[in-house]
């Protein structure tokens, strides 16, 4: 459809929701008059019910997956509530001329209870889950397209996730009929399509793309590295201090050296027990030291 058709198109149907909207308008302003509403707010409450409607549907046109499917319940919970007040208007014709009761919208006590419920629920609804959905909307990202990869000659490959290494040219097939009369020459130095099977792989590797993943993941990865060296870098610091400790006569204890280095008391007595373990036997005086003081 060209640029003209669609104009149209979209021009014909803001034309018959408005005129939608205008005979669904006298129907709601008498719902909402008949349940207490002023004039003011029975003349803004088809707004409510009918433009959390029009909302929803621009939402179910912008949101994917769980969120749409969230926009197109709101919007079918609202379509049917706005058809069963319409319906009620059709069927008690003292509210076209607010001849009814106050708060009376049926005859049967809990029909009435139930449409009343109805009736005074849809504003607050509309403020729920109108904000919902424009806080999905807004949050909601597309996702950016893959870029292309450009080989040495400048055209558009395939995207780089999906990169291959480049396949083995097909060797052409040799004609060795007319070659058999050459003297000196061996069947064996023709280039056949076994040989050219035999080549070795290729050394080089497939052009990958960084992509933000990747360089997150890397970074991740430096990072836990880091982490790693500097805890093993405090139970060495932690395991020395305490052998200088012993060496003196005035051995830690386990809550001092867990302290000292920021640590729990038993992080620091794990630390002794290495000390100890890793202590010779021709150093006893380390091991003599009182267990109490672990």
């Not at 050394?203 to 836990?224: G, K, M, N």
Request: charged share 20%.
């Amino acid at each position: 459809m060209n640029r003209k058709g669609r104009i149209l198109l979209v021009a014909a149907l803001v034309a018959v929701v408005g005129m939608a909207f205008r005979v669904s308008w006298n129907a709601l302003r008498d719902i909402a008059g008949a349940v207490g509403a002023d004039t003011t707010a029975a003349t803004l409450y088809p707004f409510v019910v009918d433009g959390l409607m029009a909302l929803a549907l621009v939402a179910t046109l912008v949101l994917v997956g769980d969120d749409r499917r969230f926009a197109l319940r709101v919007l079918g919970t609202y379509t049917g509530a706005s058809l069963v007040l319409n319906y009620v208007h059709g069927l008690v014709p003292e509210l076209h001329g607010r001849g009814v009761d106050w708060g009376r919208l049926a005859d049967w006590d809990p029909a009435n209870w139930a449409l009343v419920l109805l009736a005074t629920s849809l504003p607050v609804g509309s403020i729920y889950f109108g904000s919902d959905l424009v806080a999905k909307v807004l949050h909601h990202r597309t996702p950016a397209p893959a870029e292309p990869v450009y080989g040495p000659d400048a055209q558009e490959s395939a995207p780089a996730p999906h990169a291959t290494a480049h396949p083995r040219q097909a060797s052409s097939p040799v004609v060795t009929d007319s070659l058999e009369g050459v003297p000196g020459l061996e069947p064996s130095a023709l280039v056949t399509p076994r040989a050219d099977a035999e080549r070795p792989a290729e050394p080089h590797a497939p052009y990958t793309v960084r992509t933000p993943e990747t360089e997150s993941a890397a970074e991740a990865l430096r990072q836990a590295q880091f982490e790693d060296a500097e805890l093993e870098r405090m139970r060495q610091d932690a395991r020395r201090t305490y052998a200088e400790s012993a060496q003196a006569g005035r051995p830690l204890s386990a809550r001092a050296l867990g302290e000292a280095f920021g640590m729990s008391e038993s992080w620091g007595r794990k630390q002794i027990l290495a000390v100890r373990d890793d202590e010779e036997p021709s150093r006893p005086h380390l091991r003599a030291v009182d267990t109490a003081a672990v």
